[in-house]
């Protein structure tokens, strides 16, 4: 499995990609919202697009769609719930389901409800494990709820199914949000300092070769992966002091996804 990883350089810092076999050239395009970008770079390497995955419905995921396949005829892919709010889905994905990409590449896909009511993961069982999350799990942070989606279904799919993952799991999101949501990790955790140096490195990354973190690194860094800190729970309870000491996992993540949103 090749993955590129292609910045789109757009106020809402989308990251496109390009989920190619190695064998076929026969590549699928992850929220392939900059159609121009990803066609060249498709172009570039002589693969051919022949699927589009919609992550979810918001339109900064969905927005490349017809241009990418009128250019390509490719068939689209999305949760089969989405069928309402996405046009022209061609195969509906339920949780389990599994995307053969040429002759080398199969994707699982996961059913992960909270940012949106009908978000898709997907999870490649290749030899490096990897994680197309859109906007349920970014770098250092979380997707909002803001655009119908529900916090206690997002920690459920945090709980559940994302922290169940190997540290080895390459995580790809929808945005780059690796600087903020460190700065957020700060504010909660002062002491975290690997979330420090990061920091500095991430302020001064070129998107265009973004660092790509995995589930270990994410466990270390990600406020919302780390419920269980002390350090994480005192913070909170400084501002909820109803918050007791050894605090359900799902009301500190509840509790860090509202703070999260007026920061
Ligand atoms: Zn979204
Ligand atoms: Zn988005």
Same mark, same amino acid.
């Given at each position: 499995?090749?993955?590129?990883?292609?910045?789109?350089?757009?106020?809402?810092?989308?990251?496109?990609?390009?989920?190619?076999?190695?064998?076929?050239?026969?590549?699928?395009?992850?929220?392939?919202?900059?159609?121009?970008?990803?066609?060249?770079?498709?172009?570039?390497?002589?693969?051919?697009?022949?699927?589009?995955?919609?992550?979810?419905?918001?339109?900064?995921?969905?927005?490349?769609?017809?241009?990418?396949?009128?250019?390509?005829? #490719? /068939? &689209? %892919? $999305?949760? =089969?719930? +989405?069928? @309402?709010?996405?046009?022209?889905?061609?195969?509906?994905?339920?949780?389990?389901?599994?995307?053969?990409?040429?002759?080398?590449?199969?994707?699982?896909?996961?059913?992960?409800?909270?940012?949106?009511?009908?978000?898709?993961?997907?999870?490649?069982?290749?030899?490096?494990?990897?994680?197309?999350?859109?906007?349920?799990?970014?770098?250092?942070?979380?997707?909002?709820?803001?655009?119908?989606?529900?916090?206690?279904?997002?920690?459920?799919?945090?709980?559940?199914?994302?922290?169940?993952?190997?540290?080895?799991?390459?995580?790809?999101?929808?945005?780059?949000?690796?600087?903020?949501?460190?700065?957020?990790?700060?504010?909660?955790?002062?002491?975290?300092?690997?979330? #420090? /140096? &990061? %920091? $500095?490195? =991430?302020? +001064?990354? @070129?998107?265009?070769?973004?660092?790509?973190?995995?589930?270990?690194?994410?466990?270390?860094?990600?406020?919302?992966?780390?419920?269980?800190?002390?350090?994480?729970?005192?913070?909170?309870?400084?501002?909820?002091?109803?918050?007791?000491?050894?605090?359900?996992?799902?009301?500190?993540?509840?509790?860090?996804?509202?703070?999260?949103?007026?920061?």
């Amino acid at each position: 499995m090749i993955v590129e990883q292609i910045w789109t350089g757009n106020a809402y810092r989308n990251f496109n990609y390009l989920i190619a076999c190695a064998e076929t050239g026969e590549a699928l395009a992850v929220d392939p919202l900059d159609h121009k970008k990803c066609l060249a770079r498709a172009r570039e390497l002589g693969w051919e697009i022949t699927q589009v995955l919609n992550t979810h419905e918001h339109p900064d995921h969905t927005g490349g769609n017809s241009a990418l396949i009128a250019a390509t005829g #490719a /068939r &689209l %892919l $999305a949760h =089969a719930n +989405a069928r @309402d709010s996405i046009p022209g889905i061609d195969r509906g994905l339920q949780a389990g389901d599994v995307i053969k990409i040429g002759k080398t590449v199969e994707l699982e896909a996961l059913d992960t409800p909270g940012h949106t009511m009908c978000h898709i993961c997907v999870l490649s069982h290749a030899d490096v494990p990897a994680l197309f999350c859109g906007d349920t799990l970014f770098n250092a942070g979380a997707g909002n709820c803001h655009h119908g989606g529900h916090p206690r279904e997002l920690y459920s799919t945090f709980a559940n199914q994302l922290a169940q993952l190997p540290d080895d799991t390459l995580i790809y999101p929808g945005h780059d949000y690796l600087a903020n949501n460190l700065a957020f990790t700060l504010d909660r955790e002062p002491d975290n300092e690997e979330a #420090a /140096r &990061l %920091l $500095a490195k =991430a302020e +001064a990354q @070129d998107p265009n070769h973004a660092l790509v973190s995995d589930m270990a690194l994410e466990r270390r860094i990600n406020t919302f992966m780390r419920l269980g800190s002390p350090a994480v729970i005192a913070s909170l309870r400084d501002i909820f002091p109803d918050l007791p000491q050894q605090p359900d996992p799902a009301e500190v993540f509840l509790k860090l996804r509202e703070l999260r949103n007026s920061w």
